[in-house]
Each structure stands twice: as C-alpha cells, then as structure tokens.
C-alpha cells in the first residue's frame, strides 16, 4: 500500500509548492489526480518516485511510505534499487504490478535506458 500522508514539497529551500498532500493506494487499486496547470500532480508524483532531488527539492514534511517502508528519503536510483530487490523478495503478487507502475514512472522520468 502507498501512503502520503500530509507532505509539503519546498524547491530551492525557499519556493513551497505543496502543502498537506495526503492519498492513500490499496493493493491492485489506481488514482488519478486531478487538478488545474500548478496545481501540484506532476510534483506529488515527482515526491512519490524520488525525482524531487534532481530538481533540487525535497519533502520538508509529512512521509511517503509503500508497503510500511518509508521512501521518500530515496533518490531515483536508490528507490528503483530498492523496487528492484523487492520485486524478487515479495510475497504477494499484487505488490508486484505497483513496484513495477513506480519503476517504470522513475525510468521514464530520469529518461534512463536499459
């Protein structure tokens, strides 16, 4: 399970762009965000796949945990790391296809090619 729990993204150490995000995923389910242009999607999912810190922010409050694990202290590739190792250990498959949706989201953003 995913689970914001009231984040506030700062870029620069100065420039706040969210403030309270909260959202909850359940195995196997999907979200979608909604929102007008600024109003925060592509930075909450940039804080959800460690790619924040390529763009010098950073999560200042609030946590980001999947599956009990807290990853928002993750840059990309230590978050595609850990997705990676997981995929092998995990028990259950539904856990498997949303590793799988944050690997693709921190490849597709970093624009890394295998």
Known sequence: ??????????YM??????????????????????????????????AISGMLKTEEGEVTQGNIDFNGKRIDRYGPRRLLLWASVRLWKVDAFSSISA????????????????
């Open 13 to 46: 150490r100065v420039i706040q762009v969210l403030r309270g995000v909260s959202l909850e995923v359940g195995e196997g389910k999907i979200v979608t965000l909604l929102g007008a242009n600024g109003a925060g999607k592509t930075t909450t999912l940039k």
């Open 1 to 10: 399970m995913l689970k914001v729990n009231s984040i506030e993204v700062v």
């Open 99 to 114: 590793l799988r949706r944050i690997c693709w989201w921190v490849l597709t953003a970093a624009k890394i090619v295998l």
